[in-house]
């Protein structure tokens, strides 16, 4: 508290004007979290002037750190060209041809500006293109804020996640990679079920990559029973390659999901399909009896996101060798020395640059689905986090994953594992 003190007065304001203080809710951490004042490369820093190492990296949009200059320099030359337009632009057309060469599935797109307006519309296209009501999901995944999908995102996970949500009795929930489990949930439905919607790596859920066999097990059954599968990459897309997981994973999504990385750090949802499916979101070939209307958003493929996202795109294309390898490289490390300096107290997961650090409790030894990483020791991690923003100037968002970028390099990883050393002898 010493050290954040103009933070501490800011963040009371912050409350006269904010409920809790914040406009996200996973923002707020206790006593109160420090304000920033800016951020450059991998460092966040305070209004106190305090300097942070970051691994929570804008919810793991910035995949390239702070202020990238081959987003800003490009920004920065499309401002005076005008940053709204709301009719159709030039950069949208080159940008979704970038994306649809590195996302096959992506033969029609449509640009919204968040990824829970994205999900939201996956959603909507599965029940309007099959005609059919129930999506399942996964317990304790997250996919935004909507309605839709506001459920079983939090231990425990048949609780109503909010007062205020009229409770959807077409959504179903299914344990991760468990699939014999979620056959026999989807098998009890599949008269009328629409799609089911999955992450291939849970983020919010606990960093769990899904198995292969566990995905291409849904997938197999949903298009045996006329429903669509429904990948969310909004974590995960140009996350470990330049392109989606799905194709490293070998699977045959109908819709996928993209946000975070491909908005260049600026506000973006991504609906990519196949043809004859985003074909009915075609208003001047369908009426309004037979169309699903997706298309809405003020502020949908403006031109500064746009042009954000195609430079981030390009950058990312042009190194995604080296960068991916690299950042993939960093992640592998820490996972595994991670669980070294913990001696047997904790389970690392993640995937590439990807990480998250569980402490085992109640006999939980290995992690593989949300419900495992529910019963593992939460408030030890929030201590863990908390402990190393105060000491250390290593910020993780309290109790979330960590992402590596591209301004991370190997002596970071090493004061990492520092900061955990000091930490676990105090445990
Ligand atoms: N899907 C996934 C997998 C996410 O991680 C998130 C955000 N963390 C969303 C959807 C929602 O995106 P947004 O916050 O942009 O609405």
Not at 166 to 195: C, E, F, R, T, W
Not at 224 to 252: H, Q
Not at 286 to 297: N, V
Request: hydrophobic residues 40%.
């Amino acid at each position: 508290k010493k050290k954040t003190k103009k933070s501490g007065l800011l963040f009371a304001k912050s409350k006269k004007f904010h409920a809790n203080g914040v406009n996200h809710n996973i923002r707020f951490f206790e006593p109160y979290p420090f304000v920033t004042r800016s951020a450059k490369g991998k460092f966040l820093q305070d209004v106190d002037g305090n300097k942070y190492i970051d691994y929570w990296m804008g919810h793991w949009s910035l995949i390239l750190g702070h202020a990238h200059p081959a987003v800003s320099n490009q920004v920065k030359k499309q401002l005076p060209s005008c940053w709204m337009h709301g009719t159709v632009n030039e950069m949208t057309v080159s940008f979704s041809e970038i994306i649809q060469k590195a996302v096959p599935v992506a033969e029609k797109i449509r640009y919204v500006s968040s990824g829970t307006e994205a999900t939201m519309y996956a959603v909507r296209i599965a029940r309007a293109f099959t005609g059919k009501k129930i999506i399942a999901k996964i317990d304790g995944g997250w996919h935004g804020y909507a309605t839709d999908l506001l459920k079983s995102v939090n231990w425990p996970f048949d609780q109503q996640e909010s007062k205020g949500v009229a409770d959807d009795l077409h959504v179903v929930s299914m344990p991760y990679n468990d699939l014999q489990k979620s056959l026999n949930i989807l098998n009890s439905v599949k008269d009328d079920l629409a799609g089911v919607i999955i992450e291939p790596v849970l983020g919010g859920g606990g960093c769990i990559p899904a198995t292969k066999e566990y995905l291409a097990g849904i997938q197999e059954f949903v298009h045996k029973n006329n429903a669509l599968f429904l990948l969310d990459e909004i974590v995960t897309g140009f996350r470990f390659s330049f392109g989606c997981l799905y194709k490293m994973m070998g699977l045959d999504p109908d819709i996928v999901t993209l946000g975070k990385i491909v908005g260049g750090g600026f506000p973006i949802g991504v609906i990519c399909g196949k043809d004859k499916i985003m074909d009915i979101t075609d208003t001047s070939s369908h009426t309004k009896m037979d169309r699903s209307y997706i298309g809405g958003g003020t502020f949908s493929a403006n031109p500064i996101t746009m042009t954000a996202g195609r430079a981030m795109l390009s950058h990312l294309k042009k190194n995604s060798g080296s960068l991916y390898d690299k950042i993939g490289a960093l992640g592998e490390r820490a996972r595994k020395e991670l669980t070294q300096v913990f001696d047997g107290k904790v389970v690392t997961t993640g995937k590439g640059s990807l990480f998250m650090t569980h402490f085992l409790s109640n006999d939980i030894s290995e992690i593989k689905s949300a419900q495992d990483a529910s019963r593992c020791n939460a408030k030890m991690l929030q201590k863990y986090h908390f402990d190393m923003i105060a000491k250390d100037g290593i910020f993780f968002l309290p109790g979330k994953l960590g992402a590596f970028s591209a301004v991370h390099s190997q002596s970071d990883v090493k004061d990492l594992i520092c900061a955990s050393e000091r930490f676990a002898a105090t445990i």
